[in-house]
């Protein structure tokens, strides 16, 4: 079996192509696979659904996606060919790494590792706010802001040399069109941070097509910045014990 990881770009690349990319306003998507978007590119091909450990498919829902979903398998698998960079876990063990890669080797499933344009680390987000070359990018850039919390972090979050112009909030792969149509009332804007789970596989490449802007699959680093205290999986288990609160109140 290959090892993709072996193709990476690493965060100096990333980051000098993201930059090229704003300065010359080219469009360009960076979309990642991890768990749940493998476990929806998997599904009833190399794991029935019905073999998803619950916790699983709960995690998938507040990604965003229902299974089964055949057609929006189709759609991903698409995007991410066309998508300038695809960010794929690399975490061992129980991550997605070993699933990623039995996808990328099955004859069912029509993706394969030289479909991709680039790729890179499915972490490759925090790594980029870890070294300070987020701050970097958004200087002087005006910004979108797609997500469930896209509208506290518009209030909250100071982004230092940028100007946010808009937010528009995601709950689910069935807000896509919607969210889409939020931005074409959006003032002109450099740079879209997209944390939407499994539907920022297709907002970022739709966004970066249509306006020309650089959209970045910006995961849970929007939960951080309004957080920004403890380790990744702190945020993770933090923002959806929230939206399990907001969802038994019945909130969105």
């Known amino acids: 079996m290959i090892d993709y990881r072996h193709h990476f770009l690493n965060t ?8 090229v990319a704003l300065e010359e306003k080219k469009p360009f998507a960076l979309i990642r696979v991890g768990d749940g978007e493998a476990r929806v590119l998997a599904h009833d091909i190399l794991i029935p659904v019905g073999g998803f450990p619950s916790v699983k498919l709960a995690r998938l829902k507040y ?35 070993p699933l990623i890669r039995e996808i990328l080797e099955s004859p069912l499933i029509p993706l394969y590792l030289n479909d991709f344009n680039s790729i890179c680390s499915a ?48 709950e689910g792969w069935g807000d896509v069109e919607n969210c889409l149509k939020e931005v074409e009332r959006a003032e002109e804007f450099h740079l879209a941070l997209v944390s939407a789970g499994v539907p920022a596989l297709i907002l970022c490449p739709e966004l970066a097509r249509k306006y ?38 019945g909130k969105k």
Not at 12 to 19: D, M, S
Not at 123 to 150: A, D, M, P, T, V
């Open 12 to 19: 100096q690349e990333v980051f000098n192509r993201i930059k």
């Open 123 to 170: 972490y490759i987000h925090w790594y980029l706010y870890r070294e300070g070359l987020f701050r970097e990018l958004w200087q002087g850039r005006r910004i979108f802001l797609l997500g469930r919390r896209s509208e506290e972090v518009a209030g909250k979050v100071e982004f230092t040399g940028g100007e946010v112009v808009g937010w528009a909030k995601i």
């Open 63 to 97: 990604a965003g996606v229902e299974l089964p979903a055949p057609d929006l398998r189709k759609k991903i698998i698409n995007y991410l060919k066309c998508a300038e960079l695809v960010g794929l876990s690399d975490v061992e063990g129980p991550g997605a790494y």
């Open 212 to 249: 020309r802007v650089v959209a970045i699959d910006f995961g849970h680093l929007m939960d951080y910045l309004l957080e920004p205290e403890g380790s990744i999986s702190r945020v993770r288990i933090s923002s959806k014990k929230k939206w399990d609160e907001r969802k038994r109140e």
